[in-house]
């Protein structure tokens, strides 16, 4: 019998990849998973980031709100923004009063009648960079 040798080399590539190329892909496919895993993780940072940012907009609005209906200069605390009234049986506050690190949002008085609501951010510590805040910082 006389085979074609280019008949039998074909023939056995067909059966399946070698080591090597199954080593690339898998190497590529790790490269791939890394770069999207990278940025998965910043987007969701990001999307905590924001998320605080909104919460402590949302409280600020209603110690606000409270405060005009209320008649009162007491800044008001957490407990009290999200309890219910006897009247209308509504809260002042319906959304979180929590951030997304599961730290409880700082309602705090400052000088001549203003406040703050903070969040103590990513690293749950208060007084750091990454503290969320309603009130600007300053740029000096």
């Known amino acids: 019998m006389n085979q074609n040798p280019h008949r039998t080399q074909h023939h056995r590539r067909q059966q399946g990849f070698t080591l090597v190329e199954i080593m690339v892909v898998i190497v590529i496919l790790g490269l791939l998973a890394t770069i999207v895993g990278t940025n998965v993780l910043k987007s969701r940072d990001h999307a905590e980031i924001q998320k605080a940012q909104t919460d402590v ?82 740029s000096h």
């Open 57 to 138: 907009k949302e409280i600020e609005h209603a110690i606000e709100m409270y405060m005009l209906t209320s008649r009162s200069h007491d800044l008001p605390t957490l407990e009290q923004l999200t309890t219910k009234g006897e009247k209308d049986n509504k809260a002042w506050l319906t959304g979180e009063t929590t951030d997304p690190w599961g730290q409880q949002y700082i309602i705090r008085a400052l000088d001549r009648g203003e406040y703050e609501v903070l969040s103590c951010g990513p690293d749950k510590s208060e007084g750091t960079e990454d503290d969320i805040s309603s009130k600007k910082k300053d």
